[in-house]
């Protein structure tokens, strides 16, 4: 057995490959035990994926029903809920823009692409540092790393920092009140600038990074490495800002919001080793908070219902990857 698999109490691959759903099953096999596989193509005809597929319109988008007209761009949720679905496809079951479904969803979300560089609509016509970060990591994971468009964010996110060197998100450094705050983020009203004297937030600089960490080139930049040492220095500790503020957000792992995983997979891309006492109380946490039955809990407070095993089967999968991969 080989050595990150010793550091648990509990051997999660069997827990693994007697999973459902047969990606699961795919990449225990090639990531963890090295098992020679078919290309990752292979799976993208398993009914999971191709439910999502049936949902993609014409024009690359996947919409949303019920939403509310006033919210600015009118075509707000059909951005959001693209870049859901684009997420799932590309990070859970790695496709790529080999597959006719890619190309068609990545020329819709950078229809949203503004002149600046940055993916606008997510926050009505505010910056959205960590959401065009986010959208270009998966773009680059898709194929697009030498893109103009994704060469163009990329500088946009470099100019954006703050002076200590992180990121946050430009209208959380100033102060509104509570209606004025709801009409800059959801109508059509000035991009505010940040107030770049203001700290660095690790949530957003989490998401920022990610598009850093993933490409080629801007991984080995000292912007990203600079920005690397500010996030780690962060574990465990509350956030700047009042959005996702508490501490407990390290450990909820939901959906594509920061916690300790995301940021030490990126960590491990932009060079950081286990050697770093930072990234090993990282790592720690996770060996010392497995559960009984192999897996890890989504988040900490509430309890697990059924239609969580897969989720956190895909969590399992994730970090026993991270697991392996600073091991080696």
């Known amino acids: 057995m080989t050595e990150w698999r010793k550091q648990l109490r509990i051997d999660p691959v069997p827990v693994l490959l007697n999973s459902q759903n047969k990606a699961i099953i795919y990449f225990t096999k090639r990531d963890l035990l090295k098992e020679p596989a078919e290309p990752v193509s292979s799976i993208w005809g398993i009914p999971e994926p191709q439910k999502i597929l049936r949902q993609q319109q014409t024009g690359g988008s996947w919409k949303k029903s019920g939403t509310n007209p006033a919210i600015y761009p009118p075509n707000h949720y059909e951005l959001v809920e693209t870049f859901k679905n684009f997420r799932i496809l590309i990070e859970k079951y790695q496709f790529s823009k080999d597959h006719p479904s890619v190309p068609k969803a990545a020329e819709f979300l950078l229809s949203f692409q ?45 100019s954006m920092r703050q002076d200590d060197g992180g990121w946050t998100i430009p209208i959380l450094t100033h102060q509104y009140d509570r209606d004025t705050g709801y009409k800059l983020t959801s109508q059509y009203m000035e991009a505010v600038q940040p107030d770049r004297k203001k700290p660095f937030s690790h949530n957003w600089t989490d998401m920022v990074l990610r598009a850093f960490a993933i490409h080629p080139e801007y991984r080995q930049f000292n912007e990203a490495r600079a920005a690397g040492a500010l996030l780690k220095s962060c574990f465990f500790k509350p956030d700047t800002y009042t959005s996702y503020q508490s501490p407990r957000y390290w450990t909820r792992f939901v959906f594509w919001w920061p916690n300790l995983l995301t940021s030490l997979e990126s960590l491990s891309l932009l060079g950081f080793s286990i050697e770093d006492p930072d990234i090993k109380r990282g790592l720690d946490w996770f060996i010392k908070n497995q559960q009984s039955d192999g897996l890890w809990k989504l988040e900490n407070d509430k309890p697990v219902s059924p239609k969580d095993t897969e989720t956190k089967q895909w969590l399992g999968l994730d970090i026993c990857r991270l697991l392996k991969r600073y091991s080696e």
């Not at 606008?120 to 959205?128: E, H, L, S, V």
């Open 114 to 158: 503004t002149p600046e560089g940055d993916i606008r609509g997510f926050i009505g016509n505010q910056y959205a540092t960590y959401y065009t970060g986010c959208v270009l990591s998966l773009l680059i994971k898709a194929g697009y790393e030498d893109d103009p468009h994704v060469e163009k964010g990329m500088q946009w996110l470099l």
